[in-house]
């Protein structure tokens, strides 16, 4: 059994550059609801969950790794010697179903969902949204031959506004090896691609355009927990001036010398 040896957790506030959707539940049965809702919480603000994320994040790394796909559109290792050099299973980790693995094999990441900074939705804003933290965008599909709209097509579509800022985005990677310290440049790798592509639904249309600021690094050691010194104080971060993925790809020699 492999003992932890500490925390690695990175936080950073995510903003929408375009409007963002994170599907929710059908709308349709409300009076006067939208066909296409985003998910929120108990509270009715939209949020974005940490599965989102995490699969989002993984399947770009599986196409940057080029990982081919073995399990429902998904890549995932069948053994052990697979599993021990793969950039992708052995952070993002594996399903539960049993496989040729005679090893334990651990999940390194964790991600948390990420709630609406409500400040962030300004009063100008929101003279311009349909509903109390979204806009409503209508969207509908054209006939080529014809140019007219196709018939039902019609449809409106919740989103969260560009300009939005989901606050205190959180990723912990569980470190039981020395060499698992390394493995924190996939995840910025990751992120940088997320910024490159989309997050949410709709991402060829132009939706969920985002990029991830403020970013800030913690290690936490597994005597930190014994001694009940855990931190995520920033005068305690570890990536001083180091606040975009970018720059922690680029750094990320400086950031694993500090770590260590």
């Known amino acids: ?90 952070i993002w980790g594996i399903m539960g179903d049993a496989r040729n693995f005679n090893k334990h094999t651990l999940t390194r990441l964790l991600v948390k969902d990420v709630y609406l900074d409500e400040t962030s939705i300004s009063s100008d804003m929101r003279k311009n949204l349909e509903l109390q933290w979204t806009e409503v965008k209508m969207e509908t599909s054209i006939n080529r031959l014809t140019g007219t709209a196709q018939h039902g097509s019609l449809r409106q579509i919740e989103r969260v506004p560009a300009g939005a800022v989901f606050k205190d985005a959180q990723f912990i990677l569980n470190v039981f090896e020395k060499e698992d310290k390394a493995l924190l440049k996939n995840l910025f790798i990751a992120l940088e691609l997320v910024e490159n592509d989309y997050l949410g639904g709709m991402g060829s249309r132009g939706y969920g355009r985002v990029s991830f600021q403020s970013m800030t690094v913690f290690w936490n050691s597994r005597e930190s927990y014994i001694n009940g010194e855990v931190s995520l104080d920033p005068a305690r971060k570890i990536n001083d001036g180091l606040d975009t993925p970018a720059l922690l790809v680029k750094n990320f020699d400086e950031v694993l010398q500090r770590m260590n």
């Open 1 to 90: 059994m492999s003992q932890l040896i500490g925390k690695c957790i990175v936080q950073g506030d995510i903003k929408t550059l375009t409007g963002l959707r994170v599907g929710g539940t059908s709308g349709g049965l409300k009076i006067g609801g939208v066909d296409l809702n985003v998910i929120a919480d108990p509270w009715g603000k939209p949020y974005i969950p940490g599965s989102s994320l995490k699969g989002k994040t993984r399947s770009l790394m599986e196409r940057f790794y080029q990982k081919q796909p073995n399990h429902n559109g998904m890549h995932l290792c069948q053994n052990d010697s697979d599993y021990a050099g793969c950039e992708v299973c052995k």
